[in-house]
C-alpha cells in the first residue's frame, strides 16, 4: 500500500475502514447498529466506493441489489466502478463491465476506470485489459494516461516492463508532470532512488513541471516523511521552492500527514512558512488536504485566525467562539428579540459572535472586518486608512453575553 493510499484511508472513517475489509456481513450488522448507509468521508467518498475498492464482487452485487447505490458518485464524480477497478479485480471489473456496461466511465476530469485500474499496480491484468479493449493511450482531460496512474501505483517493477514494452519514460501530461512525479507521489522513496540512478540521463531527481514543482515536491506531497528526512538528508532539498514560492513543506502539508507536520514544525520551524506570491502559509495546505479534523486540531493549537483558512471549514466542522458557545449551551432565542444596537456589527447588520476593532476604534464582527480589510485599507465606517491588524475587544464580548445571559 503506497502512502499516498494510505493517507487516503487515513481520512476517512473506521467504518470506512471495516467497507474495505470487504466483510459484508459486518458491514450490513455497523449500518444497522449505527446508520451509516449514507456516511462519507471529506471528498464525499461513501462507504460503498470502500467497500468497491476491497474487490469483493459478490458483496458489491449484493449491496447494489439492497440499497441501489450504482449510481454513487463522490464529489470528483468517482464511481463506485472506479473504485473496483483501482482493486485490481479484473475479473470481477470484466463481470461488471458485461453486467453495467461501465467499460467507459468517466469522472469529473475525464479519468476512466482504466487510469484507476492502472493505479492497482495489477501490470500482468492491465496488459490483458489493453490488448481486450485498446486503452493504451488513454488519457484524461489533463492528458494524463495510463501509464501516469501506473507509476502512482508504486509498483516500480511494473514500471520498468511499461517502460520497456511501450517507451512511456518522459511521458508528460498538460501540467508536465512526468511518470517519474507519480512515482514520487506514490511515496515509494526507494523505487524513487532506483529510478534516478538507472535514467540518469534524463535527470530525474531535477525534473520539474510546469509551475516548476520537483519530483520532492511530490515525494512531500505522498506524506511519507520518514522518506522525506532522508532524500532532505541525501539531495538538500528543504530550501526548494516552486514558481510560486510553494516549499515541499507545503507540499507537506498538502498530504494532510498531521502528524508528519507537527515533527517538521519541531525540526524545521516552518510553522510561519509563507509562498512567495500569495503569502500562503503550509495552514492554507492543510485546508487544500481536505483533512478537516487536523485542521481544527491546527487552529486550535497554533491559534490560526486567518479567514481565508476558517473559511475552508465545512458547516460542521466550523469553530465556535465564546458567544456562539454560550448561546449554544444555554439555548438562547436571540434572533427572534431586539438587539441593542451597539451589539450589531455594522457589516452583517446580526449580533456580533467575535467583536474585535480596529485601529481607527471601530467596533466589528471579526469575520466581517478581515473579509473586507483583505481587500480595502480603510476603515469601513470612517474612510480612515487603517492597519488590516484587528483586536479582540474582550469588554463588548463580556456585555453580550451578559445580555444572552439575561433573556435565556
Not at 87 to 96: F, P, T, V
Not at 278 to 289: F, K, Q, V
Request: charged share 25%; glycine share 4%; net charge negative.
Amino acid at each position: 500500500m503506497t502512502y499516498y493510499v494510505q493517507n487516503i484511508i487515513n481520512l476517512s472513517t473506521e467504518l470506512h475502514h471495516l467497507a474495505l475489509c470487504g466483510n459484508y456481513d459486518a458491514l450490513l450488522q455497523a449500518i444497522d447498529k449505527f446508520q451509516i448507509k449514507d456516511l462519507k468521508n471529506n471528498y464525499g467518498t461513501t462507504i460503498w466506493h470502500f467497500l468497491a475498492w476491497s474487490g469483493n464482487y459478490d458483496a458489491l452485487l449484493k449491496a447494489i441489489d439492497n440499497f441501489q447505490i450504482n449510481d454513487l458518485k463522490n464529489k470528483y464524480g468517482t464511481t463506485i466502478w472506479h473504485y473496483l477497478a483501482w482493486s485490481g479485480n479484473y475479473d470481477a471489473l470484466l463481470q461488471a463491465i458485461d453486467k453495467f456496461q461501465i467499460k467507459d466511465l468517466k469522472n469529473n476530469n475525464d479519468t476512466t476506470i482504466w487510469h484507476l485500474f492502472a493505479q492497482s499496480g495489477n501490470y500482468d491484468a492491465l496488459l490483458l485489459a489493453i490488448d481486450k479493449f485498446q486503452i493504451k493511450d488513454l488519457k484524461n482531460n489533463t492528458d494524463t494516461t495510463i501509464w501516469h496512474f501506473l507509476a502512482w501505483s508504486g509498483n516500480y517493477d511494473a514500471l520498468l516492463l511499461a517502460i520497456d514494452k511501450f517507451q512511456i519514460n518522459d511521458l508528460k501530461n498538460n501540467y508536465g508532470y512526468t511518470i517519474w512525479h507519480f512515482l514520487a507521489w506514490s511515496g515509494n522513496y526507494d523505487a524513487l532512488l532506483l529510478a534516478i540512478d538507472k535514467f540518469d540521463k534524463f535527470q530525474i531527481k531535477d525534473l520539474k513541471n510546469n509551475d516548476g514543482s520537483t519530483i520532492w515536491h511530490y515525494l512531500a506531497r505522498s506524506g511519507n516523511y520518514d522518506a522525506l528526512l532522508r532524500a532532505i538528508d541525501k539531495f538538500q532539498i528543504n530550501d526548494l521552492k516552486n514558481n510560486y514560492g510553494s516549499t515541499i513543506w507545503h507540499y507537506l502539508a498538502w498530504s494532510g500527514n498531521y502528524d508528519a507536520i507537527l515533527l517538521a514544525i519541531d525540526k524545521f520551524q516552518i510553522k510561519d512558512l509563507k509562498t512567495n506570491n500569495n503569502n500562503n502559509t503550509i495552514w492554507h495546505y492543510l485546508a487544500l488536504s481536505g483533512n478537516y479534523d487536523a485542521l481544527v486540531k491546527a487552529i486550535d493549537k497554533f491559534q490560526i485566525r486567518d479567514p481565508t483558512i476558517l473559511r475552508q471549514l465545512p458547516k460542521d466542522k466550523k469553530l465556535k467562539t465564546v458567544i456562539e458557545k454560550f448561546i449554544e449551551t444555554h439555548k438562547i432565542d436571540y434572533e427572534n428579540i431586539d438587539i441593542p444596537q451597539e451589539f450589531i456589527c455594522p457589516l452583517s447588520r446580526c449580533l456580533m459572535m467575535d467583536p474585535v476593532i480596529t485601529e481607527t476604534g471601530q467596533l466589528y464582527d471579526r469575520t466581517y472586518i478581515e473579509d473586507w480589510l483583505k481587500n480595502h485599507d480603510i476603515d469601513p465606517l470612517t474612510n480612515v486608512k487603517c492597519d488590516k491588524k484587528v483586536y479582540p475587544n474582550i469588554i463588548v464580548r463580556n456585555n453580550i453575553m451578559e445580555w444572552c445571559d439575561k433573556i435565556k
